[in-house]
């Protein structure tokens, strides 16, 4: 009996110390991304000394002598806190998900290469190098500080999530970053916030339902006259809320023979967004506030994730002061204030997409009709990588209307171009 309990108490004691291993190993696998934000460190590509104080939780504010080691700092501080953030992020806004998690990220890589994130991407970034180089060398001094970080760190070293995605999945190597992963995020931000797509769906369906006029009872216009975005300084607004748009604008389409099919088909909460957001943004004269001065209330109502899609940060170089909100992966504050006015944003609901009924050569699918003669479509091969998968090449028509996104859909039997005013 004496033996026995001996042997009991060696198995327990050995139980004991391998969850103690397991416990410290574990805890040291969660702490190893920290960064480090004490103490002093040598960076390539600075010009001068950098001062980046954290407050009591961990917001920090930057100080440089001058613009370009200003954004380096952002660039390294955000990746410090944010990597896998921001990691995740440019993978989606380039329609890379499927190179990450496999197949659950294939039927969002494919929505996104078909609408042309990727590319309308590319061309924005080509515009800022020739349009706008102060801004672009913005982009690329951001960049590098997110290079200086990230750099000679393994994957485990960067977050816990790279560590558990490239032990779960096939490992992927950690890119630099690039300035393409900032503007693309600009593209997704551009997305979320215009739901227009829907919005042409739903009304097509409540034609095909209920026929055009009660569809205009249901779904009537915006008040332009009453509640105008902006002060009208011609008469078009106003004749447009009285008499809406005038009969020649309209498109002769026979909305019966629409199939509405794809409808609610598009991929939901792609980005984690919910059905239906929104935002304010109120001012408040001096009269009404203890100060006396004006206040700014902004409220702009994104969807909820962890960590938070918001990144607080001071900025403070000459000629620079400013301390607010901006995006992991983004330079400067979107939403924030200096010593002297606050700035805030809000979603108007501005109609920028339509949806084109493309009617298709039947003897060549790769042609569509365009002021009574067939036209050939623009065919773009996309490539998407699959984490522990084969390659998919997925062909995506384009026309001078945009790209086909119906063709995603293998249930619905109209051909649906996507007019966006960011392509």
Do not use: C
């Amino acid at each position: 009996m004496k033996r026995l309990t001996q042997i009991l108490l060696v198995i327990l004691a050995g139980i004991v110390a391998l969850a103690i291993v397991a416990v410290v190993m574990l805890f040291s696998t969660v702490r190893r991304p920290y960064p480090d934000t004490d103490g002093t460190v040598t960076l390539p590509g600075l010009k001068e000394e950098v001062t980046i104080i954290r407050d009591e939780v961990g917001m920090p504010h930057i100080y440089a002598n001058n613009l370009e080691d200003l954004f380096y700092a952002q660039g390294y501080v955000t990746a410090q806190d944010r990597f896998w953030q921001m990691e995740w992020w440019r993978y989606q806004g380039q329609g890379r998900i499927s190179e990450l998690v496999g197949e659950p990220g294939i039927e969002p890589d494919k929505f996104i290469r078909t609408a042309g994130w990727n590319r309308m991407s590319q061309t924005t970034l080509d515009y800022y190098r020739e349009e706008a180089p102060e801004f672009y060398a913005i982009l690329e001094n951001y960049a590098a500080g997110v290079n200086a970080y990230i750099g000679g760190k393994s994957p485990g070293e960067l977050s816990i999530n790279h560590k558990i995605l490239q032990t779960v999945n096939e490992p992927w190597k950690i890119e630099p970053w690039q300035p393409i992963n900032t503007v693309s995020w600009g593209v997704v931000m551009s997305f979320v916030l215009a739901d227009d797509i829907k919005r042409e769906l739903t009304y097509a369906n409540l034609i095909d339902e209920f026929g055009e006029e009660a569809a205009f009872d249901l779904r009537p216009p915006y008040p332009y006259a009453t509640r105008p975005v902006i002060a009208p300084t011609g008469e078009l607004v106003s004749e447009l809320a009285q008499n809406g748009l005038p009969e020649e604008w309209n498109t002769a389409v026979n909305w019966q023979n629409v199939n509405t099919d794809i409808i609610g088909q598009l991929p939901e909460n792609i980005l984690g967004a919910p059905p239906f957001i929104g935002s304010n943004n109120w001012v408040i004269g001096g009269e009404h506030t203890d100060t006396g001065l004006p206040l700014l209330a902004n409220d702009p109502h994104l969807a909820i994730q962890l960590p938070a899609i918001w990144y607080e940060v001071g900025l403070h170089a000459p000629g620079f002061d400013v301390v607010g909100f901006s995006f992991a992966g983004v330079p400067g504050v979107i939403i924030g204030h200096n010593n002297k006015i606050a700035w805030g944003v809000t979603n108007t609901g501005a109609d920028v997409q339509d949806l084109y009924i493309e009617k298709i050569n039947p003897d060549n699918p790769n042609q569509y009709e365009w002021l009574g003669e067939w036209e050939d479509m623009e065919i773009i091969e996309e490539v998407i990588k699959v984490n522990g998968g084969e390659d998919i090449v997925l062909p995506v028509r384009v026309t001078r209307h945009g790209p086909i996104i119906s063709d995603i859909r293998d249930d619905t039997q109209d051909v649906l171009a996507m007019r966006w005013a960011a392509q």
